[in-house]
């Protein structure tokens, strides 16, 4: 079974509009962590934002906001005035285990989001 | 504040060959990682390593080696280069910070096989 799983493969969104990544998870265990990257044309990989598992508000950075609902086991990503600079590939990724072990991320597949003017 | 660095960024070889690609980060971090990247796809973790001298398996690492023998750098072998390898490869480290951890990416190695 997957254990990440972003059912859209591309989004659209006009400038200055807000959009939201969907991603659900599958993970026994109680402690995990929930990441979402971003991956430009250009290739690198650049982190946006983490949710933990015990973690009792949504993440926020800058525009970028995580919805986190664990009973549904979802963390979509929220981005708010979306700007041209945000048409890239996004990845959700978890991590299982204790909070500090450094063990590894399991990504999805992606979502292309394009903005257009 | 180089951070990590990966090289070369593209790569052409032929199928049997033997490849390394090199990762070197500046930061210390504890942990490295190595990921593949096939055209359209996620991620898929090929090895880690919690320190110099441990490394572990990921979920594809047939086909690969790793070694680290110093904490800055953690070189990847494919021992005899397969079609199927042609990939892009991503090293990433990370530090637990505070509560959680995040991974920094290099800036990932473009390989095809011929």
């Known amino acids: 079974a997957q254990k990440i799983t972003q059912t859209q493969p591309g989004m659209f969104v006009q400038e200055k509009e807000a959009v939201t990544l969907d991603c659900t998870y599958d993970t026994s265990d109680p402690s995990y962590g929930l990441f979402w990257y971003k991956q430009p044309s250009s290739g690198e990989m650049i982190f946006l934002i983490y949710?933990?598992?015990?973690?009792?508000q949504n993440a926020t950075e800058g525009r970028y906001s995580l919805n986190f609902q664990k009973a549904r086991k979802s963390a979509n990503l929220v981005i708010s005035a979306s700007q041209l600079g945000d048409s890239a590939m996004y990845f959700c990724a978890m991590r299982e285990g204790l909070e500090t072990s450094g063990s590894r991320l399991t990504f999805g597949e992606g979502t292309q989001l394009t903005v257009n003017p | 504040d180089a951070g990590i660095t990966q090289s070369p960024r593209y790569k052409i070889t032929e199928t049997g060959r033997q490849v390394t690609l090199m990762c070197h980060q500046t930061?210390?971090?504890?942990?490295m990682f190595w990921y593949r990247q096939d055209l359209g796809h996620g991620l898929r973790l090929i090895y880690y390593s919690a320190a110099a001298d441990i490394t572990d398996k990921g979920e594809v690492p047939d086909g690969y080696v790793v070694s680290r023998s110093k904490t800055e750098n953690f070189p990847l072998t494919l021992e005899s280069a397969t079609r199927s390898q042609t990939s892009v490869y991503f090293c990433?480290?990370?530090?637990?910070?505070?509560?959680?951890?995040?991974?920094?990416f290099g800036p990932g190695t473009r390989l095809l096989v011929l």
């Open positions: 949710q933990g598992s015990y973690d009792q």
């Open positions: 930061w210390s971090h504890s942990y």
């Open positions: 990433a480290s990370s530090v637990a910070r505070g509560v959680f951890e995040t991974q920094y």
